[in-house]
């Protein structure tokens, strides 16, 4: 019997107690005597008895956890966010409960759900790409509890949020190419209705209509952002009449799935095609040439949607209005891009 976790009930049954005596005996209460608790203590220790923590908050209204939900923890992107979370949350007094999407809208639903069914205090959301509507997240805002989303949201739909200017970002990796004498640049573009891609796109054709270059259609290709996305899009790219001389590419899964195919065509890289990622993943660094890529200030991201939920939970007996920060964009030029002189 020692050997099961015993609850509060098993305890009261064991010596003929009220339950709320055995309560009272656990918490030291005043008006229980000497003898009582010692009794309770004693048959607690020998049927292992761990206090429900969880209980006793929800008992207090409140579960001291927040929710996340991410898309996948694979790369360091999320990972790092994450850190960012629990550092901020931690230090707060606050757990947190970790739920991945697997960028699938059904298992986002499902995630939704959980959370809400162990009562967190609020949760934070990065959305899946397969995500198209905002209904069950609507059905947290009905129940009063406090969300923020991080990096992606649904495009058009008014939330609190921290994003980084992902548009920036963008421009700023085309006008580096363009500074390198790129003429010809191609767009690996992601799903346009989550708002970083729409965003990092907008940026890549305003870089080149400032600086007097034709948008071309054939140079841009859409897909999901996967290394395979990467392959198949720069092997469409190489079949055109005249190939790009840059590719900027909206993740560097993607641009990393090109640097496979222009090494299989002997190209080289910059000098026959120059290569612009998004995201800063850690592998960048140990590529062959290392990619150039824009950074998202993950850790401040996380650090700082956990900060912003926090006053929301603070506040939940208010009406307010959704907030949002912007962190701004990082553009680490490496030997994928850079070639020429700037």
Same mark, same amino acid.
């Given at each position: 019997?020692?050997?099961?976790?015993?609850?509060?009930?098993?305890?009261?049954?064991?010596?003929?107690?009220?339950? /709320?005596?055995?309560?009272?005996?656990?918490?030291?209460?005043?008006? !229980?005597?000497?003898?009582?608790?010692?009794?309770?203590?004693?048959?607690?220790?020998?049927?292992?008895?761990?206090?429900?923590? %969880?209980?006793?908050? %929800?008992?207090?209204?409140?579960?001291?956890?927040?929710?996340?939900?991410?898309?996948?923890?694979?790369?360091?992107?999320?990972?790092?966010?994450?850190?960012?979370?629990?550092?901020?949350?931690?230090?707060?007094?606050?757990?947190?409960?970790?739920?991945? &999407?697997?960028?699938?809208?059904?298992?986002?639903?499902?995630?939704?759900?959980?959370?809400?069914?162990?009562?967190?205090?609020?949760?934070?959301?990065?959305?899946?790409?397969?995500?198209?509507?905002?209904?069950?997240?609507?059905?947290?805002?009905?129940?009063?509890?406090? %969300?923020?989303?991080?990096?992606? !949201?649904?495009?058009?739909?008014?939330?609190?949020?921290?994003? %980084?200017?992902?548009?920036?970002?963008?421009?700023? &990796?085309?006008?580096?190419?363009?500074?390198?004498?790129?003429?010809?640049?191609?767009?690996?573009?992601?799903?346009?209705?989550?708002?970083?891609?729409?965003?990092?796109?907008?940026?890549?054709?305003?870089?080149?209509?400032?600086?007097?270059?034709?948008?071309?259609?054939?140079?841009?290709?859409?897909?999901?952002?996967?290394?395979?996305?990467?392959?198949?899009?720069?092997?469409?790219?190489?079949?055109?009449?005249?190939?790009?001389?840059?590719?900027?590419?909206?993740?560097?899964?993607?641009?990393?799935?090109?640097?496979?195919?222009?090494?299989?065509?002997?190209?080289?890289?910059?000098?026959?095609?120059?290569?612009?990622?998004? &995201?800063?993943?850690?592998?960048? &660094?140990?590529?062959?040439?290392?990619?150039?890529?824009?950074?998202?200030?993950?850790?401040?991201?996380?650090?700082?949607?956990?900060?912003?939920?926090?006053?929301?939970?603070?506040?939940?007996?208010?009406?307010? /209005?959704?907030?949002?920060?912007?962190?701004?964009?990082?553009?680490?030029?490496?030997?994928?891009?850079?070639?020429?002189?700037?």
């Amino acid at each position: 019997m020692a050997a099961k976790r015993a609850s509060i009930s098993d305890i009261a049954k064991e010596l003929n107690l009220a339950v /709320s005596t055995v309560s009272r005996a656990l918490s030291g209460h005043a008006r !229980i005597s000497e003898a009582t608790r010692k009794r309770v203590w004693k048959l607690a220790k020998q049927l292992n008895y761990q206090p429900n923590h %969880l209980a006793a908050a %929800l008992r207090k209204g409140r579960s001291n956890t927040l929710g996340v939900i991410v898309p996948h923890i694979d790369g360091n992107f999320f990972a790092l966010v994450m850190k960012g979370i629990e550092d901020v949350a931690n230090k707060a007094g606050f757990n947190v409960m970790l739920c991945q &999407s697997n960028e699938d809208y059904v298992h986002e639903q499902k995630n939704i759900e959980t959370l809400m069914n162990a009562q967190v205090d609020g949760i934070l959301v990065s959305m899946a790409r397969t995500t198209r509507d905002f209904k069950h997240f609507e059905k947290v805002r009905r129940r009063d509890v406090p %969300l923020v989303f991080f990096d992606r !949201i649904l495009d058009g739909v008014d939330v609190s949020a921290v994003v %980084l200017d992902d548009y920036q970002g963008g421009y700023q &990796s085309v006008k580096h190419l363009l500074d390198q004498g790129c003429r010809r640049i191609a767009h690996f573009g992601g799903p346009q209705h989550i708002n970083v891609y729409k965003n990092r796109y907008a940026g890549y054709c305003q870089a080149l209509h400032d600086h007097g270059i034709p948008f071309e259609e054939e140079l841009v290709v859409f897909g999901d952002m996967a290394l395979e996305d990467g392959i198949r899009g720069m092997k469409q790219l190489l079949a055109l009449p005249k190939r790009p001389d840059a590719v900027f590419s909206a993740s560097d899964f993607s641009v990393v799935g090109a640097m496979q195919v222009l090494k299989q065509h002997k190209l080289r890289i910059p000098q026959d095609i120059a290569l612009s990622g998004f &995201s800063n993943e850690t592998f960048t &660094s140990f590529t062959e040439p290392m990619l150039t890529s824009v950074d998202q200030h993950c850790e401040e991201m996380g650090g700082a949607a956990v900060r912003l939920l926090l006053e929301m939970v603070q506040e939940r007996t208010k009406q307010l /209005s959704p907030r949002k920060i912007v962190l701004q964009p990082l553009l680490l030029a490496r030997e994928s891009s850079r070639w020429r002189q700037e």
